[in-house]
């Protein structure tokens, strides 16, 4: 007899009934597969060398993005019309927003490549439901690689993310946080400008 043969105690969540992620589209079935076509040929392609081209399709789409962004390939964005993002920022190779709630970048804000903001999460402990919380990234914040920023997050001003740290609920302004879990480690300017 195997450990998966023991009966137990514990419930299993059935997912097949779980309240699905249609919700929170916010757009028609249709508008979700020609987006998926749009972001498929020139948000994600990592062929496209031209920024100016992934911005101008995201914006077709609703997002709203400030002037002077540069927006790398590999790029993923869930739903475009969830999206802010202030002037002159970089969004690096790879980054993804899983946006299915919104998600606002401010201006001059760096988020480094690899890195996943997600608002969207489950109700763990009953029906796997979704649950969707908004990201508030704020002006000059630096998000370096490979980090996660989960729903509910507010990152203060001129904030420096460490790689492959999980951020989440508020980080005050001009931190350093790295690590999950998630700890401030210092100040990004520790000294007084005269």
Same mark, same amino acid.
């Given at each position: 007899?195997?450990?998966?043969?023991?009966?137990?105690?514990? !419930?299993?969540? !059935?997912?097949?009934?779980? !309240?699905?992620?249609?919700?929170?589209?916010?757009? /028609?079935?249709?508008?979700?597969?020609?987006?998926? =076509?749009?972001?498929?040929?020139?948000?994600?392609?990592?062929?496209?060398?031209?920024?100016?081209?992934?911005?101008?399709?995201?914006?077709?789409?609703?997002?709203?993005?400030?002037?002077?962004? #540069?927006?790398?390939? %590999?790029?993923?964005?869930? /739903?475009?019309? +969830?999206?802010? =993002?202030?002037?002159?920022?970089? =969004?690096?190779?790879?980054?993804?927003?899983? +946006?299915? @709630?919104?998600? %606002?970048?401010?201006?001059?804000? #760096?988020?480094?490549?690899?890195?996943?903001?997600?608002?969207? /999460?489950?109700?763990?402990?009953?029906?796997? @439901?979704?649950?969707?919380?908004?990201?508030?990234?704020?002006?000059?914040?630096? #998000?370096?690689?490979?980090?996660? =920023?989960?729903? @509910?997050?507010?990152?203060?001003? /001129?904030?420096?993310?460490?790689?492959?740290?999980?951020?989440?609920?508020?980080?005050?302004?001009?931190?350093?946080?790295?690590? +999950?879990?998630?700890?401030?480690? @210092?100040?990004?300017?520790?000294?007084?400008?005269?």
């Amino acid at each position: 007899m195997s450990e998966r043969d023991v009966p137990s105690d514990i !419930p299993v969540v !059935p997912l097949g009934r779980a !309240p699905g992620s249609r919700e929170s589209w916010g757009r /028609s079935t249709a508008v979700m597969i020609l987006w998926g =076509i749009a972001e498929l040929l020139f948000v994600t392609n990592p062929m496209q060398v031209s920024s100016r081209i992934r911005v101008s399709v995201l914006r077709m789409f609703g997002a709203s993005i400030g002037t002077g962004v #540069v927006f790398r390939p %590999r790029t993923r964005v869930h /739903s475009p019309w +969830n999206l802010e =993002i202030g002037n002159d920022c970089w =969004i690096g190779d790879g980054v993804w927003f899983h +946006n299915q @709630g919104n998600i %606002r970048i401010g201006r001059d804000v #760096v988020i480094s490549q690899g890195s996943f903001l997600t608002t969207g /999460s489950h109700r763990h402990a009953t029906d796997m @439901g979704l649950v969707v919380k908004p990201i508030t990234v704020d002006d000059g914040v630096w #998000v370096t690689s490979r980090c996660m =920023i989960l729903g @509910g997050a507010q990152v203060g001003r /001129s904030v420096l993310v460490r790689p492959m740290t999980v951020v989440h609920g508020n980080v005050a302004d001009g931190l350093v946080v790295q690590g +999950n879990p998630m700890k401030v480690v @210092g100040k990004r300017f520790p000294t007084e400008r005269p």
